[in-house]
């Protein structure tokens, strides 16, 4: 729904604007975005909006403290993205301050370090 208002409002004469859509990775309540299991379908239809170009994927995952299950869910978007097989998907916005290296190991080409850089929020 956003994406088509997004292609419909988006003017002309401007080139089509770059997007990511977001997964809830862990299958969260609290958190929007489309499940994994809905990535093939949503890219096939954003795809289809002249106005947009879907450049990949962003996710925030269910919190841990622990490197090695930090990467699983990293991982699994990841290789549901090269799985496509679509070669302007190379967008991988996640990780942010706490978990940081985990994201970069498994390929984020985007992180927020808000909280390493301004500190916890009150």
Do not use: H, W
Not at 64 to 77: F, K, N, S
Not at 82 to 107: R, V
């Amino acid at each position: 729904k956003i994406a088509q208002r997004l292609n419909d409002q988006r003017p002309k004469d401007l080139l089509p604007l770059n997007i990511c859509i977001q997964i809830n990775i862990s299958n969260e309540a609290s958190k929007s975005g489309f499940l994994l299991a809905e990535l093939a379908a949503v890219v096939e239809k954003i795809q289809q909006l002249p106005n947009l170009c879907l450049r990949g994927v962003m996710a925030i995952p269910k919190f841990t403290a622990d490197y090695e299950q930090q990467r699983v869910p990293y991982r699994l978007l990841k290789q549901a993205v090269i799985d496509l097989e679509q070669p302007s998907l190379k967008t991988f916005s996640f990780g942010m301050s706490g978990d940081i290296q985990a994201a970069i190991a498994e390929g984020s080409t985007i992180v927020r370090v808000g909280t390493g850089i301004f500190g916890q929020r009150d």
